[in-house]
């Protein structure tokens, strides 16, 4: 069986909304949705998913402990993440709840289109599960272009483990990718554990801990990954991040140069906003209605009216900034 899947906890409970309401928009109500859970905050999607018999909330325990103790291992190899996020010995690693999504790996679905919970649904998905006939990985974004919130560019390790012609190809955003069932077995999990014990570990990234990992996973381990803004024609891709400005609504749905968006991602823009917007304060940042609109498909009368001025969604200052770097939030686009 074939899915979707996301990460979510009721810290992200509107756009998680929302981005159950684009799928059910562009797929219909019969497309299955598996929830990982960030972590034990989860009361009010429960809730929020108890008349939506296509939607689960995972409650594998096992899954997601043998998870957690991968990455937990995998991080254990690096040898300075603890030091630089400033972590005592009893403390654990940064934003350690974004490896669940990994569960995809041993979750319901044979197949997964997995997409981080800040996106929205727009275009046809069967592109995307046709192409895992032949690739394990597919993804559809340019991370590519921005190799620093992948890997430590700085280590001299890096084109000695990946060549360059490999970095510019393969690498991706954590965010929407497509994948396959027990693509990593725990004999795969223990290897690529030794590879990074044997000094690999230098490579990754700990200020984006997931995405990094999930990369060095796949690229270690030889899967193919394919990734559609490289392979389609160029009057053909889109972008996919609210960093474009240039994309064109029509019926809800995004455009760029008259081709629909698969998925709209917005990326660096925390979930606080999205809260605030929900509760009707008039903070403007990009494609914000489209977020609204889907946000309240299902209750457009509870939808916030703004009669005052919007307040400019201001980009992060040079204090957030470093802190979006250390949260791994990369701004991509075309």
Same mark, same amino acid.
């Given at each position: 069986?074939?899915?979707?899947?996301?990460?979510?906890?009721?810290? !992200? &409970?509107?756009?998680?909304?929302?981005?159950?309401?684009?799928?059910?928009?562009?797929? $219909?109500?019969?497309?299955?949705?598996?929830?990982? /859970? &960030?972590?034990?905050?989860?009361?009010?999607?429960? #809730?929020?998913?108890?008349?939506?018999?296509?939607?689960?909330?995972?409650?594998?325990?096992? =899954?997601?402990?043998?998870? %957690? =103790?991968?990455?937990?291992?995998?991080?254990?190899?690096? /040898?300075?993440?603890?030091?630089?996020? +400033?972590?005592? %010995?009893?403390?654990?690693?940064?934003?350690? #709840?974004?490896?669940?999504?990994?569960?995809?790996?041993? #979750?319901?679905?044979?197949?997964?289109l997995y997409m981080d919970a800040d996106t929205l649904l727009m275009g046809a998905i069967a592109p995307i599960f046709a192409q895992l006939k032949q690739n394990d990985c597919i993804v559809y974004d340019f991370q590519y272009k921005d190799l620093t919130h992948v890997y430590e560019v700085s280590s001299s390790k890096?084109?000695?483990?990946?060549?360059?012609?490999?970095?510019?190809?393969?690498?991706?955003?954590? #965010?929407?990718?497509?994948?396959?069932? %027990?693509?990593?077995?725990?004999?795969?999990?223990?290897?690529?554990?030794?590879?990074?014990?044997?000094?690999?570990?230098?490579?990754?990234? /700990?200020?984006?801990?997931?995405?990094?990992?999930?990369?060095?996973?796949?690229?270690?381990?030889?899967?193919?990954?394919?990734?559609?803004?490289?392979?389609?024609?160029?009057?053909?891709?889109? +972008?996919? =991040? !609210?960093?474009?400005?240039?994309?064109?609504?029509?019926?809800?749905?995004? &455009?760029?140069? $008259?081709?629909?968006?698969?998925y709209l991602h917005y990326i660096g823009i925390s979930s606080y906003f999205f809260k605030q917007v929900c509760v009707g304060e008039n903070i403007e940042f990009p494609y914000r209605d489209i977020f609204l609109y889907y946000r309240y498909l299902h209750e457009p009368e509870q939808r916030p009216i703004f009669d005052?001025?919007?307040? /400019? &969604?201001?980009?992060? =200052?040079?204090?957030?900034?470093?802190?979006?770097?250390?949260?791994?939030?990369?701004?991509? $686009?075309?």
């Amino acid at each position: 069986m074939d899915g979707i899947c996301t990460l979510a906890n009721d810290c !992200v &409970y509107d756009q998680l909304i929302a981005l159950l309401n684009s799928i059910e928009a562009v797929l $219909g109500l019969d497309t299955p949705v598996c929830i990982y /859970p &960030y972590d034990d905050n989860i009361e009010q999607i429960a #809730g929020a998913i108890a008349n939506r018999p296509n939607v689960q909330l995972y409650r594998d325990r096992d =899954s997601m402990q043998k998870w %957690d =103790s991968f990455a937990r291992s995998a991080w254990d190899t690096h /040898p300075t993440a603890r030091q630089r996020l +400033g972590l005592e %010995d009893n403390k654990g690693y940064h934003r350690f #709840g974004t490896h669940r999504r990994y569960c995809a790996f041993d #979750g319901p679905f044979d197949r997964f289109l997995y997409m981080d919970a800040d996106t929205l649904l727009m275009g046809a998905i069967a592109p995307i599960f046709a192409q895992l006939k032949q690739n394990d990985c597919i993804v559809y974004d340019f991370q590519y272009k921005d190799l620093t919130h992948v890997y430590e560019v700085s280590s001299s390790k890096l084109t000695e483990v990946f060549s360059s012609e490999r970095l510019r190809a393969e690498i991706f955003c954590s #965010g929407f990718y497509a994948s396959k069932k %027990d693509l990593f077995d725990e004999e795969k999990r223990n290897w690529l554990l030794d590879c990074l014990r044997s000094g690999e570990a230098e490579i990754l990234y /700990p200020m984006a801990p997931d995405q990094t990992l999930i990369n060095y996973m796949m690229m270690r381990s030889h899967c193919s990954i394919y990734n559609f803004s490289l392979e389609l024609p160029k009057e053909q891709r889109t +972008g996919c =991040s !609210v960093t474009s400005k240039h994309f064109q609504e029509r019926d809800n749905l995004l &455009y760029d140069k $008259g081709n629909c968006l698969t998925y709209l991602h917005y990326i660096g823009i925390s979930s606080y906003f999205f809260k605030q917007v929900c509760v009707g304060e008039n903070i403007e940042f990009p494609y914000r209605d489209i977020f609204l609109y889907y946000r309240y498909l299902h209750e457009p009368e509870q939808r916030p009216i703004f009669d005052n001025k919007p307040k /400019p &969604y201001q980009k992060p =200052s040079s204090f957030a900034n470093k802190l979006f770097k250390k949260l791994g939030l990369s701004v991509e $686009g075309k």
